[in-house]
């Protein structure tokens, strides 16, 4: 099932109109961000547009004018999968910038957390959202049947309900550092571009995660060090764990937790697509950079990072921080 | 016939095994079983085409031990046929099927 209102290649997903858009020869490239620019859809691929513009130089302003199309001013949406997996993103529109809170809690809680990781990017660094130049934050709830993750596709976020079994029901869009995790792993697509894979993909991870609990500590107005560090807290089954991660005790989140917390226990995994070994163990090695982000006598309200700069925080002076921006890695 | 789902990667979190074993099922669960597995086509399913990796994207590893033969596919969120994807949620939903944590 694919949406209505693309006036070509009607089956084509927007991945591949995008990779068409990137890679493919002149005419493959026109014609794919002609179809993107017709889509009725095209709020929603506004996500796209930003990887067209980092890709291939295509501004969203003349994909928009490619089809007369008035570029979006929406903030975010949030849409329901209705259960009805990936070819049905984004979904039925559920809610946006001027609604009000709806009878979904699920929508509620991304809606919020979404408006709270775009406020702390805006307010603490200054960057209108994940590509700096205002991009349409586009969330999905209720994906699939029973789905137990959440996962950022390139162009926007997505959420299961999670089974009951692993993932709480509703644990995922709860968390409010979960839904700033995977936004801001739009922010490293836009930036940093770290491979996911391996050591690249550990840092990709660690940057997620430190972001995802600033944005909950800043929510909460918390300084670092009444922070509780945990990445998902309360988002698995408690027979499972309290966590999805611990930054401040790599390896006690859970029950197999194999996280370390120092380089010399680094889990030299392969990268072959076996869901055991996770991509290289990007989950699991992002625990070495997330421990360095607290060493001991740890000054409330700033954080240092090894050797690298320091991040800024709420309750830090910024006009005496020696630096924020958003870490770089290979 | 015993079909064995891995599912790791994702947000993170425990890498999860399910397991459904026809022969704790009714013949006709049993044969409703095999319908599920001879839609999903699994002996043909082509070569996933290279992709971007999504970041937090689930990756599962369907076995399908039939006889002294067995089946091992791999796949994203995002490669997953839908017709694989119809079979994981028949196989999530019955009783009889196990679950546990997969051994590393």
């Not at chain 1, 993107?36 to 996500?47: K, N, V, W």
């Not at chain 1, 307010?123 to 959440?150: C, K, P, Q």
């Amino acid at each position: 099932m694919y949406q209505s209102g693309w006036v070509c290649c009607q089956i084509a997903p927007p991945d591949l109109l995008a990779r068409l858009a990137a890679e493919g020869d002149a005419a493959q490239r026109e014609a794919a961000i002609q179809t993107l620019a017709a889509s009725a859809s095209l709020r929603t691929q506004r996500g796209l547009l930003g990887r067209l513009r980092r890709e291939v130089g295509v501004g969203a302003a003349e994909i928009a004018g490619l089809a007369g199309l008035e570029p979006s001013s929406s903030r975010q949406t949030v849409y329901d999968n209705q259960h009805n997996g990936r070819s049905f993103l984004p979904g039925v529109r559920a809610r946006g910038d001027d609604d009000a809170p709806v009878q979904d809690a699920a929508v509620n809680d991304a809606f919020d957390a979404t408006w709270a990781t775009y406020d702390f990017y805006h307010a603490i660094f200054e960057r209108d959202s994940l590509d700096a130049a205002g991009m349409e934050l586009v969330s999905t709830v209720h994906y699939g049947v029973d789905f137990d993750n959440a996962f950022w596709n390139g162009a926007q976020m997505v959420y299961g309900d999670g089974s009951g079994r692993v993932f709480q029901v509703g644990g995922l869009t709860r968390s409010i550092d979960v839904v700033a995790h995977e936004l801001t792993h739009g922010v490293t697509d836009f930036t940093a571009g770290l491979v996911y894979s391996k050591q690249s993909g550990a840092l990709n991870e660690h940057m997620s995660d430190v972001f995802g609990s600033l944005v909950k500590q800043h929510s909460a107005g918390q300084t670092a060090d009444k922070a509780d560090w945990l990445i998902g807290a309360d988002t698995l089954v408690p027979a499972l764990g309290r966590a999805l991660r611990s930054m401040s005790e790599p390896g006690t989140a859970y029950s197999g937790d194999r996280q370390p917390g120092h380089m010399d226990d680094y889990v030299d995994l392969p990268d072959d697509n076996d869901p055991r070994n996770d991509n290289g163990g990007v989950h699991i090695n992002s625990g070495i950079p997330n421990r360095g982000v607290l060493p001991p006598g740890c000054q409330p309200g700033r954080l240092r990072l090894g050797e690298g700069g320091t991040y800024l925080v709420p309750g830090a002076d910024r006009a005496t921080s020696t630096g924020h921006g958003v870490h770089r890695g290979r | 016939m015993k079909l064995v789902i891995v599912r790791g990667g994702g947000i993170g979190g425990p890498v999860t095994l399910t397991e459904l074993d026809s022969d704790q099922l009714s013949s006709a669960d049993s044969q409703a079983l095999a319908e599920q597995v001879d839609r999903a086509d699994l002996g043909n399913v082509p070569e996933p085409a290279t992709r971007r990796r999504q970041p937090d994207e689930l990756l599962y590893e369907i076995v399908v031990h039939n006889g002294g033969e067995r089946l091992i596919l791999r796949f994203s969120e995002a490669t997953l046929p839908d017709e694989i994807r119809l079979l994981i949620q028949w196989i999530d939903g019955r009783p009889e099927r196990s679950q546990s944590l997969a051994p590393r």
